[in-house]
């Protein structure tokens, strides 16, 4: 009992300390029971209940006073939820929720119930512009708890989001689900753009209204695991996606495997976002005391359209996951569909003569030069045995890496050290570092199959593949790595657990990959899939660019890089100019240039005037490439409903701005009719406007033009028209700021 002491002015300071005391007690609880999670302009608000259980009550745009959040809850009429748990912040099957959970368990015990209760909150400053929530939720009956974390990148209004599953049972939980995140939208109707492809036809897009129940984007193959479908994905609120208004989310899956994205309309129309690793055929066996991380579950939400999302994704990829995402990028000279396997020590002197004479910064060498039991002559034979071919190198690697350091150009080289021939000397050695079915034929995609990299001896020989290349060429300066194979009959004779597979599979690449990084902190690499078959930003923390597709006919990559871009800047999106496609070379180059130019085609069969045009074209991309790489891009013309397409880039400081123009039909006179918008200028500030790329001398009206400088203001509200027509196809314009 508490002795209170009595007289008068005891009894008032006593009145005074407790009135304190219950103040602060209700300041605290209240403050806990809100929980925002905000950039500079969104907000997810989590509200935590009387008893413990965790809701997302709120997920828009952020608001001024922290406080009106919980008034957010009193606006709503919409009908009753007899669960009462659809909002929950992690949901879980097994107690009351009827619709599809985050996480479902197997209790040691055999109990498949569980429910999350609020045990605490704690918010971490990681930078100026970063902040990371986390929240501690645990079982009340079992040993059980999980760890959301939301990081909120301020400026870019990006969030990334996780959970930690932790366990102290008497014995393994297995793990049926297992998701990274669980948002809960409010709304009467969303639409979803969604992406699906093949190989030579990535980033396709379908725009669709959800409707009530469950639309599940996902993949099951394993390792090029993107290749039907990118873990990219738009939804709008009310209306379809517009590029500059309406409330917009772009996400996606920080996970190179296979991943699985639900989303589910309820019956109160509000929208269920669950996304994480796919856990199909992938239970997981989680013993007491360790912990299971998921990966990544990334967003950014935009009440100005997909453009300004877009915008926001770049810059936070720029800054805080693309390898070196702010710094400088190598221009190069491919020999791959120049040669294909055809070549020797002295056709690659020659191409390395072709790779200065154009002006690029590195000669990359491609598939081929190695193998010599089983030469690799074509994609039959050879993969996995990583010792130059003797017949076409009988000097080695060594021997054209220093012809490439004598003449000035950096050198690179193609590796795919993931996969294996059957028909191959790594094969014969080691048949149980590879995936595949003890008991079942082998299945092939490419003629290959996948080496397991669940287990460490394989980790090992890949990370050495790379380190030896180093080795033995110090001055090696770029490597493209490839992923062609998917996983048939996934099974691991290293693993215990099956089912495990596909998750470890990715975290041993991974482990790879951060040994490579340890070591080699800055050599640029490409990830590549045959094509864009393996593009996510989990990958892109390890590598510096992708490779959106094979196909690179520049009609196609208009509208591809169009598509990529709402999610990936250009810096991180290498385009090449090919023999595909049979427009003429500069509107080859003029496609390239939008994205991390490179060049693959035979340089010494190029007419006179055709190469100078692409030494020019080069020497342009070098004065220019600091505004395409580093700077905001805009949308302005979509080729998907017009005969055109437009689009720009814009520096920080809004000096410089490079426009892009492509004709996409083929129609009477289709062209550029109107004057094209430009955005992201300064309207007060003058801009000179000039056609550059031309080719060999060709005129230019724009630049004949007397008085070529604009105020941003008329630029941006009464447009410049680019003049594209069938004559003039491609149109690149620089708009620099003047006094
Ligand atoms: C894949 C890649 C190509 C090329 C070939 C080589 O298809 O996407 O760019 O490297 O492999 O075999």
């Given at each position: 009992?508490?002795?209170?002491?009595?007289?008068?002015?005891?009894?008032?300071?006593?009145?005074?300390?407790?009135?304190?005391?219950?103040?602060?007690?209700?300041?605290?609880?209240?403050?806990?029971?809100?929980?925002?999670?905000?950039?500079?302009?969104?907000?997810?608000?989590?509200?935590?209940?009387?008893?413990?259980?965790?809701?997302?009550?709120?997920?828009?745009?952020?608001?001024?006073?922290?406080?009106?959040?919980?008034?957010?809850?009193?606006?709503?009429?919409?009908?009753?939820?007899?669960?009462?748990?659809?909002?929950?912040?992690?949901?879980?099957?097994?107690?009351?929720?009827?619709?599809?959970?985050?996480?479902?368990?197997?209790?040691?015990?055999?109990?498949?119930?569980?429910?999350?209760?609020?045990?605490?909150?704690?918010?971490?400053?990681?930078?100026?512009?970063?902040?990371?929530?986390?929240?501690?939720?645990?079982?009340?009956?079992?040993?059980?708890?999980?760890?959301?974390?939301?990081?909120?990148?301020?400026?870019?209004?990006?969030?990334?989001?996780?959970?930690?599953?932790?366990?102290?049972?008497?014995?393994?939980?297995?793990?049926?689900?297992?998701?990274?995140?669980?948002?809960?939208?409010?709304?009467?109707?969303?639409?979803?753009?969604?992406?699906?492809?093949?190989?030579?036809?990535?980033?396709?897009?379908?725009?669709?209204?959800?409707?009530?129940?469950?639309?599940?984007?996902?993949?099951?193959?394993?390792?090029?695991?993107?290749?039907?479908?990118?873990?990219?994905?738009?939804?709008?609120?009310?209306?379809?996606?517009?590029?500059?208004?309406?409330?917009?989310?772009?996400?996606?899956?920080?996970?190179?495997?296979?991943?699985?994205?639900?989303?589910?309309?309820?019956?109160?129309?509000?929208?269920?976002?669950?996304?994480?690793?796919?856990?199909?055929?992938?239970?997981?066996?989680?013993?007491?005391?360790?912990?299971?991380?998921?990966?990544?579950?990334?967003?950014?939400?935009?009440?100005?359209?997909?453009?300004?999302?877009?915008?926001?994704?770049?810059?936070?990829?720029?800054?805080?996951?693309?390898?070196?995402?702010?710094?400088?990028?190598?221009t190069l000279l491919?020999?791959?569909?120049?040669?294909?396997?055809?070549?020797?020590?002295?056709?690659?002197?020659?191409?390395?003569?072709d790779t200065k004479k154009l002006g690029v910064d590195l000669?990359?060498?491609?598939?081929?030069?190695?193998?010599?039991?089983?030469?690799?002559?074509?994609?039959?034979?050879?993969?996995?045995?990583?010792?130059?071919?003797?017949?076409?190198?009988?000097?080695?690697?060594?021997?054209?890496?220093?012809?490439?350091?004598?003449?000035g150009v950096?050198?690179?080289?193609?590796?795919?050290?993931?996969?294996?021939?059957?028909?191959?000397?790594?094969?014969?050695?080691?048949?149980?570092?590879?995936?595949?079915?003890?008991?079942?034929?082998?299945?092939?995609?490419?003629?290959?199959?996948?080496?397991?990299?669940?287990?460490?001896?394989?980790?090992?020989?890949?990370?050495?593949?790379?380190?030896?290349?180093?080795?033995?060429?110090?001055?090696?300066?770029?490597?493209?790595?490839?992923?062609?194979?998917?996983?048939?009959?996934?099974?691991?004779?290293?693993?215990?657990?099956?089912?495990?597979?596909?998750?470890?599979?990715?975290?041993?690449?991974?482990?790879?990959?951060?040994?490579?990084?340890?070591?080699?902190?800055?050599?640029?690499?490409?990830?590549?899939?045959?094509?864009?078959?393996?593009?996510?930003?989990?990958?892109?923390?390890?590598?510096?660019?992708?490779?959106?597709?094979?196909?690179?006919?520049?009609?196609?990559?208009?509208?591809?890089?169009?598509?990529?871009?709402?999610?990936?800047?250009?810096?991180?999106?290498?385009?090449?100019?090919?023999?595909?496609?049979?427009?003429?070379?500069?509107?080859?180059?003029?496609?390239?240039?939008?994205?991390?130019l490179?060049f693959?085609?035979?340089v010494?069969?190029?007419?006179?005037?055709?190469l100078s045009?692409c030494q020019q074209a080069v020497q342009q991309y070098n004065?220019?490439?600091?505004?395409?790489?580093?700077?905001?891009?805009?949308?302005?013309?979509?080729?998907?409903?017009?005969?055109?397409?437009?689009?720009?880039?814009?520096?920080?400081?809004?000096?410089?701005?490079?426009?892009?123009?492509?004709?996409?039909?083929?129609?009477?006179?289709?062209?550029?009719?109107?004057?094209?918008?430009?955005?992201?200028?300064?309207?007060?500030?003058?801009?000179?406007?000039?056609?550059?790329?031309?080719?060999?001398?060709?005129?230019?009206?724009?630049?004949?033009?007397?008085?070529?400088?604009?105020?941003?203001?008329?630029?941006?509200?009464?447009?410049?028209?680019?003049?594209?027509?069938?004559?003039?196809?491609?149109?690149?314009?620089?708009?620099?700021?003047?006094?």
């Amino acid at each position: 009992m508490i002795n209170i002491p009595s007289g008068k002015g005891t009894k008032l300071r006593m009145f005074v300390f407790l009135s304190v005391l219950i103040s602060i007690f209700f300041y605290s609880t209240t403050k806990a029971q809100v929980i925002p999670i905000e950039t500079d302009s969104s907000a997810m608000v989590l509200f935590v209940t009387k008893n413990k259980e965790v809701r997302l009550r709120y997920f828009g745009q952020k608001l001024n006073d922290v406080k009106e959040y919980e008034q957010f809850t009193g606006q709503l009429h919409q009908a009753s939820d007899p669960s009462g748990v659809a909002d929950a912040v992690y949901s879980s099957a097994g107690s009351r929720n009827f619709f599809e959970p985050a996480i479902s368990v197997i209790h040691a015990d055999g109990n498949t119930s569980l429910a999350l209760r609020y045990v605490s909150s704690d918010v971490k400053r990681i930078s100026a512009d970063i902040e990371e929530t986390q929240l501690l939720l645990k079982d009340p009956v079992y040993d059980f708890n999980v760890k959301l974390v939301f990081r909120a990148y301020r400026k870019d209004n990006v969030v990334e989001q996780w959970s930690e599953i932790t366990q102290n049972e008497n014995g393994a939980v297995r793990l049926n689900k297992f998701a990274s995140a669980n948002l809960y939208w409010y709304g009467s109707s969303f639409w979803l753009k969604q992406y699906h492809g093949d190989w030579a036809r990535e980033m396709q897009p379908e725009v669709t209204k959800l409707s009530h129940g469950i639309k599940t984007l996902d993949t099951k193959l394993g390792t090029r695991a993107d290749l039907f479908q990118p873990p990219v994905f738009i939804i709008s609120a009310d209306h379809k996606p517009m590029e500059d208004q309406g409330e917009v989310m772009l996400g996606s899956i920080e996970w190179s495997g296979n991943y699985r994205v639900d989303l589910e309309v309820d019956n109160r129309n509000n929208l269920r976002i669950i996304a994480g690793m796919n856990n199909a055929s992938s239970s997981y066996e989680l013993q007491p005391g360790k912990t299971f991380r998921t990966p990544r579950f990334l967003y950014t939400l935009s009440q100005q359209g997909t453009g300004q999302a877009s915008r926001n994704l770049q810059s936070w990829a720029r800054k805080y996951r693309i390898l070196d995402g702010e710094g400088g990028r190598l221009t190069l000279l491919n020999n791959w569909e120049s040669t294909y396997f055809d070549f020797n020590e002295e056709k690659l002197k020659n191409l390395l003569g072709d790779t200065k004479k154009l002006g690029v910064d590195l000669f990359l060498l491609d598939d081929g030069w190695f193998a010599n039991k089983y030469p690799r002559n074509d994609d039959h034979a050879g993969l996995g045995d990583w010792q130059p071919n003797r017949k076409k190198l009988p000097n080695g690697i060594q021997a054209v890496v220093k012809d490439a350091d004598k003449k000035g150009v950096k050198f690179g080289i193609w590796i795919e050290p993931e996969m294996v021939n059957p028909k191959s000397e790594l094969y014969e050695k080691h048949p149980d570092w590879v995936i595949k079915q003890p008991d079942r034929p082998e299945y092939y995609f490419r003629n290959q199959l996948v080496l397991d990299l669940s287990n460490p001896k394989v980790q090992d020989f890949v990370f050495g593949i790379v380190d030896s290349l180093f080795i033995k060429n110090p001055s090696l300066a770029y490597i493209k790595w490839d992923c062609n194979s998917v996983i048939y009959n996934a099974y691991s004779a290293h693993l215990n657990h099956q089912s495990e597979l596909y998750i470890a599979y990715v975290r041993g690449l991974y482990k790879v990959l951060e040994r490579i990084r340890a070591k080699y902190p800055q050599v640029p690499m490409m990830l590549c899939s045959g094509g864009g078959g393996r593009v996510d930003y989990a990958a892109l923390k390890y590598f510096t660019e992708f490779w959106p597709s094979d196909n690179t006919d520049p009609l196609e990559r208009v509208f591809m890089q169009w598509e990529y871009s709402y999610f990936y800047p250009a810096i991180s999106m290498a385009a090449h100019v090919t023999n595909w496609g049979r427009q003429p070379i500069k509107y080859k180059v003029d496609v390239a240039m939008m994205g991390k130019l490179g060049f693959d085609i035979p340089v010494s069969k190029l007419k006179p005037e055709e190469l100078s045009f692409c030494q020019q074209a080069v020497q342009q991309y070098n004065k220019v490439k600091d505004v395409i790489w580093h700077g905001d891009q805009y949308r302005l013309i979509s080729p998907w409903n017009h005969d055109f397409a437009s689009l720009m880039y814009v520096d920080r400081k809004k000096d410089k701005a490079v426009i892009f123009s492509y004709l996409v039909s083929n129609r009477y006179d289709a062209g550029s009719e109107l004057p094209v918008k430009f955005k992201g200028l300064n309207p007060d500030q003058r801009y000179k406007i000039e056609e550059v790329n031309l080719y060999n001398g060709a005129k230019s009206s724009i630049n004949d033009k007397k008085d070529n400088t604009y105020s941003g203001s008329f630029l941006m509200k009464a447009g410049f028209n680019p003049v594209v027509n069938s004559r003039r196809a491609s149109v690149v314009l620089v708009a620099t700021a003047v006094n």
